[in-house]
């Protein structure tokens, strides 16, 4: 009992590194990418594992435990929530409600880090959480409705039972049978990782760097794993639902790295928009497939019988 | 025909008493208060015992002439549960009045006051439709009297103005008397009922017109209401707690005695006569009553002048009540009656000690009365509350009656009562806000109001009355049905009680 | 003596005592708690099934009033009076305004509505828990504003009473009984013959229900009432009373049941009227409260917001609906009322309810602090605290009828819930702490205590639903639905999944160790004050710079009004306000009638017998 | 131990994040140093928004009595460890601003300068020297001027007490002005 539950405990450090390393390296590559659009060299891809490391060794100043509490809660539920997702083949904790889990537990994340970043007392911070609060506002709702239309198509929550759904080549997959939800929740992933044009959170120059504005060495460096970790669980959570899941790990990132690079390359090219903009964006377009979707997926026999 | 020849003291007494007074008062004025108290608490214990020791229905036979040869008087449970509130009301503002001298002459006023008591008592028990007209003139005159008092120049105003307008009522009246004894050569009111139905003369219908026009001015329904607010208004608060809680219970008993027992139908539902159907009448007077007097009580500033529109309206409600026909209807209407009148005389005598204080009588004045004095505002609130039929409170169950009444009658009344519940909310609004401003609001100074006992007693009893009332509606309702039931069976449940050997029948 | 009248006359009793000893306040308050605490023990002699008649001489009919006990109301009436047992503990030691008998007499008719088993108790129990609950209202904090919150209260409320009673005579003329049982019995019977019919007795009805539980487009008086209600008594009509019009719906809803009535996706067509109430009511709760200011206003409008999931949830009438939407209203009586009592905690400390005026009191009030947070950690369905469960329930339920719309309506509602919680959390307890504030200490032993217990029940039940989902099948199936499956009291089982709630607990707990382990080990850091903040190189004292300078609370989410601009032109509030003053304008008008000329009076009266006459002619 | 410390401080020399602080004409020269052309970006060097977060401060220019209290205040909010970086002439004596009566002329009595970059203004291959410079300083265990700082925190703070008297009466009369507003 007692060893079953240090191996499972082992592993799900194991998950967390391993996600942290795959999180830290797409930033990394992303760099890169974006250095290469604009005719630069670039940093090496491995610089976001120095800068991590620099932060863990640097100083940095608390303004109480409220502070404290927030950053480890806003990186605790998202280690949590990775011991849910089915990567590649795996999955540390099978729930046959991981999806939902996942969602709510990234939640309590992003609430814990609010909770810290506003304790700082600084409004940069708080202005920015109020903007990244409105841009969830927004790109929760088309998210919400594709989330809806897999639950009403593979009439479980179950991520490991939906990627086994998809087994069996690429017209299986949910990309082929939900091609507007994928464009949805494609278009929420720029939202959710925080991308340009939906980058006004953490603008440098406008509210210098937004929530991040008092942290400094550790609590940056938390700050960055749960970028990291939740950049990993947000395209991990897509590349279950519409990209049939993966036979191995190495598969699984690559296709995680596809949706990031998609990501990355719009980033790249547009500016930022005004929040205000963005929240109705992603009312309208998005929003708009996300239903379109779902009242497809209902057409076609989607409603569960009760 | 059960007799019960002693009950004519109900009427005697007072009327005796009333002319005596001055006699007493050159003993001592104190005297001359105290005899109406005594007076009426006789009158009051007197009912009571008719009540509880069920001795009624019974006739009153003048001088041995059997009805419909003489004059009789017929205390039926109507009357009994009439006259049981009445002399309650009168006995608790005589006992409030013990206090109140300060509206001058207090030897004259006491006579005056006991002499409308009589008069209402006279006016329920009387058996003859033109000695009701006499009853009316005695409560009419003393009425004009008494809303003189006080020291304000409105009073006067407001007497003149009843007094006009009551005298185009008894006018009228009194021409409806007259073209049915033209008809039918009987004032009896039993003779009538039952002589009516084999008449067809349109002269008839013509004087039930006469007399709901003539009646509804004591009624208070609009048109015939005008008088209302600037009498209330004008007469010092005793007498306002009295006109509108005795008078008006005079004429809506004379208006429904008429048009039930004399005008209606055998059965449950009375309501037609020749084509013009009078209860139906009567029910767009009320329910335009409760409409008008709402929303202008609504649109008030003082309080005084809003509790005088609501009378007017909670008068539409009793009148809707009986309008329905119905045996439910009636019994609406007499409990509502029986609530509105012990509700807004106790509100009045309230009204009166706080303007005793030296408080104004607007709305904004009411302004954290509950630190001067938590008495008065809870006593005010439970009014308010029994007033806009709320429960554990008298109030609720009559309304509550009203409304299954018109449910049950279906038809437009579905949209008067609709129109009802509107204006109810209207009220609902009016009175809450003053109880508002009384529980809110600290005042300028919170000197406290010391209530002392004379006053106070009314206005516990009035409470506690109420409360009872609520909480076992039983009280009421028992009597009350069994005045419905004499409303609406017009042949059992009076004409045989009063002439048992009634020709075609 | 018999428990079911023992819940009745206890509460009376007690508001008696503490009408007669008001004046001796901490006398009063304790009268008030031990008359809570003497009627929950009273609870325990009751079962399902327990009748009580009562013959009444009344209205000429054989009027039976009576009281039942059925699995739901068992299950109200615990909730209710344990939430009230922690309000007046609460009370006992703060300042906050409340009128003890007045409470004690909500008690009373709200254990009375939970109980009647006939419609005239249960019409007069909720009427007496009106006007009980609106001289409550008066003297709150601010007298002309309480005044006003009162009055709206008093006219919606007694508006929807009047509907009611009219729903309950035209009920009972047609069966001829006042009973609950064979009247919606009845309605079950006709609902196929006469669905319009049906339609508008029930609409009557729903009215009623729809105003006490705010839902919209009656949703109005709500942020009036409970922003400007007596501190000590918001907790208790927004947690309890706002339930009413649950138990109200639940009396009504079962009679779609068995009846063949014409379905949208599944759903009776009735059901899915109110699930679009419901869903609204949820929408525009939550866009409202992220606009205000008003601590109190905001968690008013949150409120009603969630009431509107409850109303969703329960119109969907199936075994996971019926269940999420009774879970979801236990959570949010819990989370609501942690969330409202440490608001009103803040309350009486600082001494206002605008939250742009407060801000980093975590610093002075930690306990109140953290219930806050785990109460809209809660409140915004995050697990493992109560709040997610039911939730995620709602979201099933309506999944699983492919309400694809009024999903998208509630989830948004529950994204913008998190917006205002955090806002609410940001500006009372999170930035500057206000040197106003250098002296506010944390809440007494007493409400420290209400505190822990109210933490400790948020996590409790997260993590164990099972001790409130047990009650809630055998309601469910007492509605002769089938319950849904339990497997343990860790487990919420829904459509799609069984969550183990503990296990959740446990992973996350872990996670937490790792974390501070983490943030311990590594490099250290250094305390700096509040006051150390990053200020563009200015240094802040030179500037005069006070904390509350540096605090941006006011107008946190201006940037969406310009988005929701369309949507808050329309006004409902002011369709009702409108309403109001056009009728007082009516009033002043027809007030001109009576001018105070006495020839006027002559001419009305003869006027009206002119018109008599003649319309006797014409007839004639 | 010091295995480790060589480790940590390879890992900081090339992960630098930069807080400029401009305020002269020497701020034009980083666009160029950051875009295209030169990118500094390929050293780990990223221009960050606060102190808490940045390694480096790059004042770009001369410094006004008003602008030294804000640079002191900005560097004592940056956390360890920290450096300096002085461009231009006007950190090293002044510059053109020499004989100003407000314009200080050594940067390094007020706030420990671990490299200066002379010229002015200096091209970006000048500011990428300096910062490989610092670079390997940094890995060298060499650049060490936070320490110093906190070593002979007196002097530095007498050097600054000295001229930041003179900004007193100014922001005494602000003061009033903030207080009638």
């Known amino acids: 009992m007692v060893i079953e539950f240090l191996i499972k405990l082992a592993q799900g450090l194991g998950i967390g590194a391993l996600a942290l390393a795959t999180g830290l390296l797409f930033g990394g590559i992303g760099r890169k990418i974006i250095a290469r659009i604009q005719r630069r060299y670039g940093p090496p891809f491995t610089q976001n594992y120095i800068d991590l490391f620099k932060l863990f060794s640097k100083g940095s100043v608390s303004h109480g435990w409220a502070f404290d509490l927030g950053l480890v809660a806003g990186f605790a539920p998202m280690l949590a929530a990775l011991m849910f997702l089915p990567i590649g083949p795996f999955t540390l904790l099978p729930s046959d409600s991981s999806l939902i889990m996942i969602v709510y537990l990234m939640m309590m994340a992003y609430l814990g880090m609010a909770m810290g970043v506003l304790a700082s007392g600084n409004p940069n911070s708080a202005i920015g959480m109020s903007r990244a609060l409105m841009l969830m506002a927004g790109y929760e709702v088309p998210f919400a409705a594709v989330i809806f239309s897999v639950y009403l198509f593979s009439k479980t929550g179950y991520l490991t039972q939906i990627v086994a759904q998809q087994a069996g080549g690429f017209m299986n997959w949910n990309i082929v049978k939900m091609p507007l939800g994928f464009l949805a929740i494609e278009i929420a992933l720029q939202g959710m990782l925080g991308e340009k044009p939906f980058d006004q959170a953490i603008a440098p120059a406008e509210i210098a760097s937004g929530p991040m504005v008092e942290l400094g060495g550790k609590y940056l460096g938390f700050g960055m794993i749960q970028h990291s970790v939740g950049l990993f669980l947000e395209t991990g959570i897509v590349v279950d639902l519409f990209l049939g899941g993966a036979p191995n790990f190495w598969i699984f990132i690559a296709k995680q790295f596809v949706l990031y690079f998609i990501v990355i390359l719009v980033d790249a090219i547009l500016p930022r928009l005004r929040i205000h903009e963005s929240t109705s964006f992603f009312w309208k377009l998005p929003l708009f497939l996300g239903i379109l979707q779902a009242v497809i997926v209902i057409i076609q026999g989607g409603v569960l019988n009760v | 025909m059960k007799t019960y020849n002693i009950a004519a003291l109900l009427v005697g007494v007072p009327l005796l008493m009333a002319f005596s007074i001055p006699l007493f008062g050159f003993i001592s004025k104190q005297l001359a208060k105290w005899i109406t108290v005594l007076t009426l608490g006789f009158e009051f214990f007197f009912a009571l015992y008719i009540f509880l020791w069920h001795i009624y229905p019974f006739n009153v036979i003048m001088g041995n002439w059997v009805p419909p040869f003489g004059e009789n008087l017929y205390i039926g449970p109507f009357a009994t549960v009439l006259i049981i509130l009445v002399s309650f009301v009168g006995l608790m503002i005589s006992i409030y009045n013990l206090w109140s001298a300060n509206h001058g002459d207090v030897v004259h006023f006491a006579l005056l006051f006991l002499m409308f008591v009589g008069g209402s008592i006279g006016l329920i028990s009387t058996g003859d439709i033109f000695n009701i007209f006499i009853f009316m003139e005695i409560t009419g005159i003393s009425s004009y009297a008494l809303a003189a008092y006080g020291p304000e120049r409105r009073a006067l105003g407001g007497a003149f103005k009843y007094l006009v307008v009551s005298s185009i009522g008894s006018t009228l009246y009194l021409f409806g008397v007259l073209l049915i004894y033209t008809q039918l050569g009987t004032l009896n009111i039993a003779e009538i009922a039952a002589r009516i139905s084999q008449t067809t003369s349109g002269l008839l219908t013509f004087a039930g017109i006469l007399l709901v026009a003539g009646l509804a001015v004591e009624a208070e329904l609009f048109p015939f209401n005008g008088w209302v607010p600037d009498t209330y208004t004008g007469a010092v608060n005793p007498v306002s707690a009295t006109l509108s809680g005795i008078g008006s219970v005079g004429g809506v008993y004379v208006l429904f005695r008429i048009l039930m027992t004399v005008f209606g139908k055998d059965g449950n539902f009375v309501s037609t006569y020749g084509n013009i159907d009078l209860m139906s009448l009567v029910a767009i007077l009320g329910s335009a009553t409760v409409v008008i007097g709402e929303l202008s009580a609504l649109a008030q500033k003082n309080v005084k002048k809003m509790l005088a529109y609501s009378s007017m309206a909670q008068m539409g409600l009793v009148a809707i009540g009986f309008s329905i026909g119905s045996k439910m209807g009636s019994y609406a209407g007499v409990f509502q009656l029986v609530n509105h009148s012990v509700a807004k005389a106790m509100m009045f005598l309230i009204l009166g000690v706080i303007v005793s204080f030296g408080i104004g009588e607007r709305i904004d004045d009411m302004k954290g009365l509950w630190y001067k004095s938590p008495f008065l505002t809870i006593t005010f609130t439970i009014g308010s509350l029994s007033l806009l039929g709320l429960p554990l409170f008298g109030g609720f169950w009559s309304k509550f009656a009203l409304v299954d009444a018109s449910i049950q009658r279906g038809g437009w009344y579905d949209f008067v009562i609709a129109i009802v519940l509107f204006a109810s909310v209207v009220e609902a609004f009016y009175y809450l806000r003053i109880v508002g401003y009384m529980f809110t609001s600290k005042p300028i100074s919170t000197d406290k109001i010391k209530v002392s006992v004379s006053p106070a007693v009314p206005i516990v009893a009035f409470s506690i009355l109420i409360i009872a009332i609520g909480v076992f509606p039983q009280i009421v309702g028992g009597i009350s049905w069994n005045a419905a039931h004499e409303l609406t069976d017009k042949m059992g449940g009076y004409v045989l009680n009063v002439i048992p050997t009634i020709v075609g029948h | ?620 | 131990m010091s295995e480790w410390t060589e480790i940590v401080d390879y890992f900081r020399g090339r992960s630098m994040w930069m807080l400029h602080y401009c305020t002269g004409c020497g701020a034009i020269e980083l666009p160029p140093t950051m875009t295209s052309r030169w990118d500094m970006e390929r050293f780990g060097i990223t221009p960050m928004a606060t102190p808490r977060q940045a390694d480096i401060l790059l004042i770009t220019g001369y410094l006004a009595i008003k602008t030294l209290k804000r640079v002191i205040y900005t560097y004592e909010q940056m956390q360890a460890p920290k450096w300096v970086l002085g461009f231009g002439s006007c950190t090293i004596n002044g510059g053109i601003y020499w004989d100003s009566y407000n314009v200080i002329e050594r940067l390094d009595k007020y706030i420990p300068v671990d490299i200066y970059i002379a010229g002015c203004m200096p091209r970006p291959e000048a500011i990428l020297d300096a910062f490989v410079k610092l670079k390997e300083m940094v890995q060298k265990g060499e650049a060490k001027g936070y320490e110093k700082y906190v070593k002979n925190y007196d002097w530095y703070k007498a050097n600054q007490d000295r001229v930041l008297k003179r900004t007193s009466p100014v922001l005494k009369e602000i003061e009033k002005v903030t207080k009638i507003g």
């Open chain 3, 1 to 620: 003596m018999n428990s079911l009248l023992a819940l009745l006359i206890i509460p009376v009793i007690g508001s008696a005592a503490a009408a007669i000893l008001q004046r001796y306040r901490i006398v009063e308050r304790l009268i008030t708690f031990l008359t809570f605490s003497l009627t929950f023990l009273f609870l325990f002699g009751i079962k399902t099934g327990n009748l009580f008649t009562w013959h009444l001489d009344f209205l000429g009919k054989n009027l039976e009033m009576g009281l039942q006990i059925t699995p739901l109301s068992i299950f109200m009436l615990y909730m209710t009076i344990a939430f009230g047992i922690v309000l007046t503990f609460y009370n006992l030691s703060e300042k906050s305004k409340m009128k003890g008998f007045l409470l004690l007499l909500t008690l009373a008719a709200s254990n009375w509505i939970f109980m009647s088993a006939d419609l005239i108790s249960f019409f007069f129990a909720w009427e007496l828990m009106g006007w009980s609950s609106i001289l409550m209202i008066f003297g709150g904090r601010r007298e002309a504003e309480s005044r006003q919150g009162a009055l709206y209260y008093a006219m919606m409320s007694i508006g929807g009473s009047y509907s009611m009673l009219i729903g309950i005579f035209l009920l009972s003329n047609l069966t001829g009984t006042f009973s609950i049982q064979s009247n919606v019995s009845y309605l079950v019977s006709i609902l196929s013959v006469h669905p319009w019919w049906v339609l508008g007795i029930l609409s009557l009805f729903f009215a009623a229900f729809m105003i006490k539980s705010g839902i919209f487009p009656f949703h109005t008086w709500v942020p009036y009432t409970y922003g400007e209600a007596p501190d000590g008594f918001v907790p208790y009509l927004s947690s309890v009373m706002s339930k009413y019009g649950v138990y109200g719906f639940l009396i009504f809803l079962p009679l779609t049941l068995g009846a063949h009535v014409p379905t949208v996706l599944g759903l009776a067509w009735p059901n899915y009227v109110l699930l679009w109430f419901g869903s609204i009511t949820a929408v525009v709760g939550s866009v409202l409260a992220f606009m205000q200011d008003d601590v109190k206003k905001l968690f008013a409008y949150s409120s009603f917001s969630n009431l509107g999931f409850i109303l969703a949830a329960i119109a969907i009438f199936t075994p996971i609906g019926l269940t999420a939407g009774l879970f979801h209203a236990f959570n949010h009586l819990l989370f609501n009322g942690a969330i409202f009592i440490t608001v009103i905690a803040v309350i009486s400390k600082v001494g206002t309810t605008r939250m742009s005026e407060m801000g980093g009191l975590w610093q002075k009030m930690p306990l109140t602090f953290l219930t806050f947070f785990v109460g809209i950690a809660a409140a915004a369905g995050i697990p493992p605290f109560a709040g997610f469960g039911s939730k995620w329930m709602i979201f099933q339920a309506m999944i699983s009828h492919g309400l694809i719309f009024a999903t998208i309506l509630l989830f948004f509602s529950s994204i913008a819930s998190f917006l205002y919680l955090m806002r609410a959390f940001h500006a009372i307890f999170l930035g500057q702490l206000s040197h106003r504030y250098d002296n506010v200490k944390e809440v007494s032993a007493i409400g420290k205590i209400t505190e822990s217990f109210l933490l400790g029940a948020l996590i409790f039940f997260g993590i164990l639903p099972g001790f409130i989902l047990d009650p809630i099948n055998s309601i469910v199936s007492s509605f002769g639905l089938k319950p849904l499956p339990t497997s343990g009291y860790e487990y919420i089982n829904g459509f799609f999944s069984s969550i183990n709630m503990v296990s959740i607990f446990i992973v996350v707990i872990i996670a937490f160790i790792f974390g501070f382990t983490l943030f311990a080990v590594v490099a250290k850091h250094k305390k700096v004050p509040q006051e150390d903040n990053y200020t563009a190189g200015q240094i802040p004292q030179d500037w005069n710079l006070t904390p509350e300078m540096y605090q941006f609370s006011y107008d946190f989410y201006e940037p969406m009004d310009k988005e929701l601009a369309p949507f808050l032109k329309v006004k409902i509030d002011g369709f009702f306000k409108g309403f109001g003053e056009s009728v007082e304008y009516i009033g002043g008008a027809v007030k001109e009638i009576f001018t105070g000329n006495v020839q006027i009076y002559t001419y009305l009266a003869i006027g009206g017998l002119v018109i008599f006459i003649i319309a006797g002619w014409v007839v004639w």
